[in-house]
C-alpha cells in the first residue's frame, strides 16, 4: 500500500461517522483518480463515474456508501489527489469494467470531432435563398425535404425598446390582438384553422422583436402563409373597443400568472430597470404596465401597428419540405399587394457606458419560500467575439448542476438550493448577465453573496481550465445545433440574424465563432465586466424570517 494510500485509509477510519465499507469505497475513489477520464480536469474526474460505480455496487449487493460518506471521500480525493491503493479483494471486475467505460469515452472524444465534420457538412449544404418583394418585405427561404412539414416565421422589428413613453406593453398586447381576428378571419379563427390542419402556432415578443409562427403539415404550406398575409394586410379592421378590452384583460391575468403572484417575480422586472436607467429603450420589460395599457387609445393602439406592422418592417422565413418557386408565387400573391408606408421606424438608441461604473442595490420583503440573492450585470452586445466570451464565462461558472457556482453554493457549502448564471442577448444595448441564488433553509443573503464574489474574483484571476473551456463550449454547441435540427428553429434563427444583424447567413458562422474563443479571452471578458461596480443586485428577503 502506497503512502498516500495509508493516508486515505487513516483519515476515512478516524471519522466517526464513516465504517469500514465506506473505507471500501474510498479505495475505489483513488483507483478512479489514477485512471481518470481523457479531457477532464484532475478536480472533476471523478465525477461521470460516480454514479456508474454507485449501481454497480447496489447491483453487486455490496454496502453503499451514505450521501455523506461519498461527498466526504469525494472532496477528500479531490483536495488531496492521492495515489490509487491496492486493490480491494473481489474488486477486478468492478474495475475492468470501469475501464471499460473509460475506453468508450476515449473513443468518444474521435466520435465527436468526426460528427463535428459531420454537422459542417450537412450545413453546407443546406440552401438559403433572400428575396425581397416590391413593397420592402424580405423573404428567407431554405429546403429541408427531410420530414414533410413547413415552418413559417415573421419577425417585425418591433419591440418594447420601441414603446416611448406611456406606451409599455403595447407591442407584447398586439401579440394577443393578431389572434383576435382580421378582416378575413373571425374570432379565434387563425388558431382553429391551423391547429385543425394539424398544424402548431404561437407568438413571442422581446425587447427587439415580435415574432408569429406556425408549422403545420407542407400540404398546407398555403394555408399560413395566407393567414400571416391577412393579419398583417387587415388586421385593423378586426380591432375595437370590444378586442381592446379582450386584449387588456389577456395581459393583465398574464402579468398576475408570470409576476406579481409568482415568487420572485418582480426580480427581472426591477434589476432591468436599474441596469437600463430611467428613460434608456430597456428600462422597461415586454410586459409593460397595467396603467399604460388602461390608458392607451384605439387611436393610439391603431397608429402603432400602422408604423411597425409593416411589409417594409418585417422578414418572413419559411424553411421546410417545400418549393422555393412556388413558395415564392404564394408569398407575392398574399403579401405582394399589401402597402408599406415607405419608411421604416427609427430604432432608439440603446447606447450605455461599458460599465454601470457603481454596484446598485435594493432589498425586498416579500412573500417568498426562502432568501435569495439575484443580480444583473451589464456585458457586451450580441454579435460582438466578447459577447461570445461572456457566454461561455456564464456558462462555465453557472450553466447547470456542473458550474462552478453550483458546485460551490449547493453541493459543497450546502447554503443553496439552486445557483444559476445566464445571458440575455441584446443587439441595441449592452447583453444582461442575470445571476439567480436561491438559499438553502437560514443560509443568509450575505453568505451566499460572499461565496459567489468569492468565485468570481477566483475566476477573474484563474480563469477557465481549457477541459471547463471544452465542455462549455460542446454545450453551447449542442444547444445551437438542437435548434437548428427543427425547421421551426432554424426559421426563428434566419429571422433573428435578418432583422438583428441584417444578414441570415451569419447564423453558420455563429457557432464557430463560439468554438474559436480562447480561455485567455474568457478570463479577460470576466475580469472586466463580473465585478462589484458593474451590477445591480437585489435580495429577498421572507417575511416569516422577520
Known amino acids: 500500500m502506497t503512502a498516500s494510500s495509508a493516508h486515505a485509509l487513516a483519515w476515512f477510519e478516524t471519522d466517526p461517522e464513516l465504517t469500514k465499507p465506506q473505507t471500501y469505497f474510498t479505495k ?23 454514479s456508474k460505480l454507485h449501481d454497480n455496487l447496489t447491483r453487486d449487493g455490496r454496502p453503499v456508501p451514505q450521501q455523506r460518506s461519498v461527498d466526504s471521500a469525494r472532496e477528500f480525493v479531490f483536495a488531496h489527489n492521492v495515489a490509487p491503493p491496492e486493490t480491494a479483494p473481489g474488486a477486478d471486475h468492478e474495475l475492468a469494467r470501469l475501464r471499460e467505460e473509460l475506453d468508450s469515452l476515449k473513443s468518444a472524444t474521435a466520435a465527436q470531432s468526426a460528427a463535428r465534420a459531420a454537422q459542417e457538412r450537412i450545413i453546407a449544404s443546406v440552401n438559403i435563398t433572400e428575396h425581397r418583394l416590391a413593397n420592402g418585405l424580405r423573404v428567407v427561404l431554405s429546403e429541408d425535404h427531410n420530414t414533410p412539414v413547413a415552418a413559417v416565421n415573421i419577425w417585425y422589428d418591433v419591440g418594447s425598446r420601441h414603446e416611448g413613453p406611456g406606451q409599455t406593453g403595447l407591442t407584447h398586447m398586439f401579440c394577443k390582438l393578431m389572434f383576435y381576428g382580421s378582416a378575413s378571419v373571425a374570432g379565434n379563427g387563425h388558431f382553429e384553422l391551423v391547429q385543425g390542419a394539424g398544424g402548431s402556432l404561437n407568438a413571442t415578443t422581446s425587447f427587439e422583436r415580435a415574432n408569429f409562427f406556425e408549422t403545420v403539415p407542407a400540404h398546407h404550406l398555403e394555408l399560413a402563409l395566407w393567414l400571416e398575409a391577412d393579419r398583417m394586410g387587415s388586421l385593423l379592421a378586426a380591432i375595437g373597443d370590444t378586442e381592446m378590452d379582450w386584449a387588456r384583460d389577456v395581459c393583465v391575468n398574464e402579468r398576475r400568472q408570470r409576476y406579481d403572484n409568482v415568487p420572485y417575480g418582480t426580480g427581472f422586472e426591477k434589476l432591468t430597470a436599474m441596469v437600463y436607467p430611467e428613460g434608456h429603450p430597456y428600462h422597461h420589460t415586454p410586459i409593460g404596465s397595467d396603467a399604460d395599457r388602461n390608458a392607451v387609445t384605439l387611436e393610439q393602439v391603431r397608429a402603432y401597428f400602422r408604423t411597425y406592422y409593416t411589409p417594409d418592417n418585417a422578414v418572413l422565413c419559411v424553411v421546410g419540405d417545400i418549393d422555393t418557386d412556388q413558395t415564392l408565387a404564394w408569398i407575392e400573391k398574399y403579401f405582394g399587394s399589401i402597402s408599406s408606408p415607405g419608411r421604416r421606424p427609427t430604432r432608439r438608441d440603446g447606447s450605455l457606458p461599458d460599465l454601470i461604473g457603481r454596484e446598485l442595490r435594493e432589498a425586498v420583503e416579500d412573500y417568498v419560500p426562502s432568501r435569495a440573492v439575484m443580480a444583473a450585470y451589464r456585458l457586451p452586445r450580441d454579435g460582438k467575439r466578447a459577447c461570445d466570451a461572456a457566454d461561455l464565462a456564464l456558462t462555465i461558472l453557472g450553466g447547470g448542476e456542473s458550474s462552478r457556482l453550483y458546485n460551490r453554493l449547493v453541493r459543497r457549502d450546502r447554503i443553496a438550493v439552486t445557483a444559476g448564471f445566464g445571458l440575455l442577448r441584446l443587439s441595441g444595448a449592452p ?3 442575470w445571476l439567480d441564488v436561491k438559499a438553502s433553509g437560514h443560509a443568509s443573503a450575505n453568505a451566499l453573496e460572499a461565496a459567489v464574489d468569492d468565485e468570481l474574483i477566483r475566476f477573474a484571476t484563474d480563469g477557465p481550465t481549457p477541459d471547463e473551456l471544452e465542455r462549455a463550449q460542446a454545450q453551447l454547441e449542442r444547444e445551437w445545433l438542437d435548434r437548428l435540427a427543427t425547421v421551426a428553429g432554424r426559421a426563428d434563427e434566419l429571422c433573428r440574424f435578418a432583422v438583428l444583424f441584417g444578414d441570415p447567413q451569419l447564423v453558420w458562422s455563429a457557432l464557430g465563432n463560439v468554438l474559436t474563443i480562447t480561455p485567455g479571452e474568457v478570463r479577460a471578458v470576466a475580469a472586466r465586466y463580473l465585478v462589484r461596480n458593474n451590477r445591480a443586485v437585489l435580495t429577498y428577503e421572507p417575511y416569516w424570517d422577520s
Do not use: S
Not at 475505489?28 to 474526474?45: F, K, N, S
Open 28 to 50: 475505489y475513489l483513488a483507483d478512479l483518480v489514477e485512471t481518470g477520464i481523457p479531457g477532464q480536469p484532475t478536480g472533476l474526474r471523478l465525477h461521470p463515474l460516480f
Open 431 to 433: 447583453c444582461l448577465g
